[in-house]
């Protein structure tokens, strides 16, 4: 089990990295913006779209990283403290009761959204000849089916971790708040 865990954490490290680089790109497009709209006085209307569209597809592809390294604004400072188990139990809840829900809807309404936005050759409306969109609006089911993925391998750890009383291994990468060290420095 542990080795399915480290393939998909090593998946979502991978997209997450892959898509990471999105940010030079999106700084060489504002970059380049700027100095053709003020330097040589030639805007082009379809930066903004192009520009959503990167950060978009960042924001989006990096949530799986995100949670395959326990990222996401967590009440630590509480949490921290209660006992491995209670600590997987309440995760657990919250995931079956909020993430898979929700989750589970956007990669559905994502694949609708996406295949008539291909079908309809869908392009964006903010300018005269906007770029097409239909490929971002592809990127939106298939960053939550990464999310979906990740959350069934954080799902399995809680599971994992109710039944042993600890929680299994992550990655070597992954940095977690070190609870052990909060706990001595609010000792001292």
Known sequence: MQKILFGVDTLSAWVGRAFAWLIVVLTALIVWEVGSRYVFGDPHAWAFDAQA????????????????????VRGDILYGFLPARLQALIDLVLYLAFFLPGVG????AGYFFAAESWVINEHSSITAEGPPIYPFKAII????????????????????????????????????????????????
């Open 141 to 188: 089911p298939a960053a939550a089916g990464f999310l979906l993925l990740q959350g069934l391998a954080e799902i399995a750890r809680c599971v994992i971790c109710l039944v042993r009383g600890t929680w299994p291994k992550r990655r070597a990468d992954v940095q977690e708040v070190d609870v052990g060290e909060m706990k001595q420095a609010l000792q001292r």
């Open 53 to 72: 569209m990167l950060y978009g597809s960042l924001f989006m592809l990096a949530g799986a990283y995100t949670l395959a390294s326990a990222a996401h």
């Open 105 to 108: 809807a956007m990669v559905w």
